[in-house]
């Protein structure tokens, strides 16, 4: 599997955008759950957005994206990267004594 970060300028915060929301936001938490998303974030402007994404290959990156309800909005650049590094983030290590 390799790792692709996804951006895109957002466009106009039109009505028939913002009710799209909720149902996009349910999907990218579905997404997270299935382990296919592991970063979503947007501009504090609401200006632009990132998403990073676990995938075989472009194509299905473009199958994940697809099922986001505000795409059809979104004119997405598709990056592949060579490597993925993050900082492990969990729950804190025991000690005994």
């Known amino acids: 599997m390799a790792v692709f970060i996804v ?15 909720p149902q996009h936001m349910d999907v990218v938490q579905r997404l997270f759950s299935e382990e296919k998303i592991l970063l979503y974030a947007v501009s504090e402007d609401r ?32 990056h592949d990267l060579m490597f993925y590094n993050m900082a492990e ?6 000690s005994l004594n």
């Open 7 to 21: 951006e895109s300028d957002i466009p106009e915060l039109t009505p028939a955008f913002m009710r799209l929301i």
């Open 47 to 78: 200006t632009r957005w990132w998403c990073h994404i676990e995938a075989e290959d472009e194509a299905e990156v473009m199958e994940i994206l697809a099922q986001m309800p505000i795409m059809p909005y979104m004119r997405p650049k598709i």
């Open 89 to 94: 983030i969990g729950l804190p290590k025991i």
